[in-house]
C-alpha cells in the first residue's frame, strides 16, 4: 500500500543545532506537504513542493523534493525554542488521499 | 475570516454508544477531509469529500464509520457502536483546489478527541 515513512521519530538538540527530518516513498509522489503541529495543537501548512528536485526556502527552513519524487527533506538552521513541535510530511500520490507520515518531534534545549 | 471549526472538542462515550462529529469548514471551501489521528501518530486519512459527493471513502476502518455533507458545506463524521479503539483525535480539513488539479494547503480544525470507556 501507499505508505510515507518519516524518519527519526524523535530528535533532541540544544539551541542553536540544526535539525533535519526525512520522508521517504516507495512510490512516486504527485506532491508533498510539510506540517507542523504543536503540543496540544493541530496540524499547521508549511509548504508544498510540486517539482521534482524542488528546494524551497522559509526563513530558517529548507524543503527539498528528490529528484525521483520519491522523498522530501526538512531542514532547520539555528534550531529556536519556538520550533518545538512535530513536523508532518504528507504525500499525494494522485487522487484524493493524502497519506501522512509518523511525523518527527522536535525537541529544544534552552 | 473564520478558520475551520468542529464540535464537540471533546466527547466521552461508553461503548457501545453512536457519537457524531461535526465540522464547519471555511466557507467556499469545496473540498473536505476527515483524519483520524492516535496518541503520537501522524492523522491517518479517512475520507474525502468535494462539494457533497464522497470521492474517497478508502480510509474509514469498518462500516460503523460514516461521513456526510448533503449541501457541500457543513459535515458530519457518525461513529455507530463505539468501540475502545476508536478513542482518539478526529480531524477535519478544508482546502481548495487549483486549476492543475492539485490541492493547496489544508486547513485544520481544532479537532475532536473521542474518549470511549
Known amino acids: 500500500g501507499q505508505q510515507v515513512m518519516q524518519i527519526p521519530q524523535y530528535q533532541h538538540v540544544q539551541e542553536g543545532e540544526d535539525f533535519t527530518t526525512y520522508c521517504n516513498s516507495s512510490?512516486?509522489?504527485?506532491?508533498i506537504q510539510w506540517y507542523k503541529q504543536r503540543p496540544g495543537g493541530h496540524p499547521v501548512f508549511l509548504i508544498q513542493?510540486?517539482?521534482?528536485?524542488e528546494v524551497k526556502k522559509q526563513k530558517r527552513l529548507t524543503f527539498q523534493f528528490g529528484e525521483a519524487k520519491k522523498n522530501s527533506s526538512l531542514h532547520i538552521t539555528a534550531t529556536q525554542t519556538t520550533d518545538v513541535g512535530t513536523y508532518f510530511c504528507?504525500?499525494?500520490?494522485?487522487?484524493?488521499?493524502?497519506?501522512f507520515g509518523a511525523g518527527t518531534r522536535l525537541f529544544v534545549k534552552a | 475570516g473564520a478558520g475551520v471549526s468542529q464540535s464537540p472538542r471533546y466527547k466521552v462515550a461508553k461503548r457501545g454508544q453512536d457519537v457524531a462529529l461535526r465540522c464547519d469548514p471555511i466557507s467556499g471551501h469545496v473540498s473536505l477531509f476527515w483524519y483520524q489521528q492516535a496518541l503520537g501518530q501522524g492523522p491517518e486519512f479517512l475520507t474525502y469529500f468535494q462539494n457533497e459527493a464522497q470521492l474517497d471513502k478508502s480510509g474509514l476502518p469498518s462500516d460503523r464509520f460514516f461521513a456526510e455533507r448533503p449541501e457541500g458545506s457543513v459535515s458530519t463524521l457518525k461513529i455507530q457502536r463505539t468501540q475502545q479503539e476508536d478513542s482518539a483525535v478526529y480531524l477535519c480539513?478544508?482546502?481548495?483546489?487549483?486549476?492543475?488539479?492539485?490541492?493547496?494547503?489544508?486547513?485544520f480544525g481544532p479537532g475532536t478527541r473521542l474518549t470511549v470507556l
Open positions: 513542493l510540486v517539482k521534482s528536485g
Open positions: 512510490t512516486t509522489l504527485s506532491n
Open positions: 480539513a478544508s482546502t481548495t483546489v487549483d486549476p492543475s488539479g492539485l490541492y493547496n494547503e489544508q486547513f
Open positions: 504528507a504525500g499525494l500520490f494522485g487522487g484524493f488521499k493524502t497519506i
